[in-house]
């Protein structure tokens, strides 16, 4: 199989990673960059990680979706935008588009794959749930800190297609785990997101250490997450899907990797301490629209949604 | 019966406020005062209120306790600290007590009565609760916003002791409501102060308005309003008190008032928005803790009392 081409749009943290480990495995990446375009012109990508860190010395970056179209289209799109942001993907991503061209989201938000579909029609659409500690350090630099496995699913769950874009990580650094309903590794992933992204923001951009030593704080996490599980179970039901979530062993599962990871900061917090636009709709008040439309009693879910609202912009 | 002698320690907003409307019906009222003695000094104390704007062009101020001694002890002593500084009473309030010196704390806090009689060994010690919107203006300002009125309860609930402290305000422009419980009081009080305070503080800073038209912040406000009561209501039963506050009346009084009050942001929110300590032992912390020795399930207190503390030290 010759070379796939990738394009990372929104080459954050993410974003940045991901691209690099496929570059790393021999796929032809190229990067759109803003912020950090001139430090990768001079002196390439860099990645700290426990994983093994990594140079691209010298990657193919452009700063319009036009410029990377130079080389063709591609064969995946990793997209790694804010979901507050979303609506400038057919702009930075319709030049490098193909009929073939398949698109991996690597963000947050219960329904990002439907808006994606949405926004590039004709496009197949994956969602990448990334369960990892990252942060962008200097210009070109990426810090790597804890986990790093991606949750794939389908839009449409087709398990041929999801076979596809597993193979795409093959020999790659990264940990793959296809995910064969899409709905409800996004709604597990928001059983983490909801309680730590929120909780954290909540307790005045506090690192999840901070929640997880404060019992107040993590009972509040925790009863969150049995209603995003909650949630879930009944949007699956909802959408006649067959698979449901374990609450408990979510939970379980969940409190204790997070009481493991030290004090870490989650990318809402960050955005939340900096003043930057926090994904509230995709995150929090979707989610929690979706309880209530099912008739599921939310009402962690709901604070936390409104309380994140109310702090939007910044600290 | 010769004019009262009161003297009013710790004459911010509030103590200032009543200290004031005592001297305008007659009583010989003294301020210790600390950021405000230059402008008193220089241009006396401007009260602005919907009740009545007042001017004391000369009044009898001191920035020690032992200044205003020099005009012997008083009968009634008027203390506004935080409950932050409550340590500092002695030797604020010290040289100005006599045998027959009473106390009456415009504090917050389920103890506070208790705290004082400590300090202030042989002073009967009443609790006066301000139900009242004020705010400190330019230096020897004070804005009168809302509302007003001052219930009144002593520490040992006697009848003799609670008529004489309500005789003090007669003539005042204070409506006076006697409180034969204290305890009861107390916790009524804190059945606005914690959703209240709580929430504007939690949310950022924001004001009782914010809440108020927020459904998810109102119904968080409302399940601690529930909780309160129901702590107050175990600790009245626990204490051998036949008195019980009225916890489904009491929401609807409090959601009732608060949403006709407009944009007010409660002390607590100025504390956090200026960077100074919030009164979070008393206030939240130690009566989520009574609630929990009772055994009363109060997770929205614990919640609030966590992030508050965790908010400690300003935005």
Redesign the interface.
């Given at each position: 199989m010759a070379a796939q081409r990738v394009a990372v749009v929104g080459a954050g943290a993410v974003g940045g990673y991901y691209g690099m480990r496929l570059a790393e495995a021999g796929c032809e990446v190229r990067f759109l960059l803003r912020r950090d375009y001139e430090a990768a012109a001079a002196g390439g990508l860099r990645l700290s990680s426990h994983l093994g860190d990594l140079q691209l010395a010298s990657p193919t970056i452009g700063r319009t979706a036009e410029e990377l179209a130079a080389h063709g289209p591609v064969d995946w799109l990793l997209v790694g935008l804010k979901a507050t942001g979303l609506e400038a993907l057919p702009a930075l991503a319709g030049p490098l588009l193909s009929a073939e061209t398949r698109v991996i989201a690597l963000m947050n938000g219960l329904t990002i794959e439907r808006e994606i579909a949405a926004l590039l029609p004709g496009c197949e659409v994956f969602g990448g749930m990334a369960f990892i500690g990252v942060h962008r350090g200097e210009p070109g630099e990426i810090l790597h800190l804890e986990f790093g496995a991606l949750n794939l699913g389908h839009h449409g769950d087709d398990a041929g297609q999801l076979a596809e874009a597993v193979a795409l990580w093959e020999g790659s650094k990264v940990e793959i785990r296809p995910e064969p309903s899409l709905l409800k590794a996004r709604w597990e992933k928001l059983g983490w997101n909801i309680p730590f992204n929120g909780m954290c923001v909540?307790?005045?951009g506090?690192s999840t250490e901070?929640i997880m030593s404060?019992?107040?704080?993590r009972?509040?996490a925790h009863?969150a997450m049995r209603e995003v599980a909650a949630a879930g179970n009944a949007d699956l039901a909802a959408q006649g899907q067959a698979a449901r979530i374990d609450g408990e062993g979510l939970c379980e599962r969940y409190l204790t990797m997070t009481g493991g990871m030290g004090p870490y900061r989650p990318s809402t917090v960050l955005d939340f301490i900096e003043g930057r636009a926090m994904e509230v709709e995709a995150m929090f008040e979707a989610p929690?629209r979706r309880a209530s439309e099912l008739g599921v009693a939310a009402?962690t879910m709901?604070?936390l949604?409104?309380?994140v609202r109310?702090?939007d912009g910044g600290?």
């Open positions: 909540v307790a005045g506090a901070t404060t019992p107040a704080l009972e509040t009863r929690a009402p709901e604070l949604a409104a309380l109310e702090l600290r």
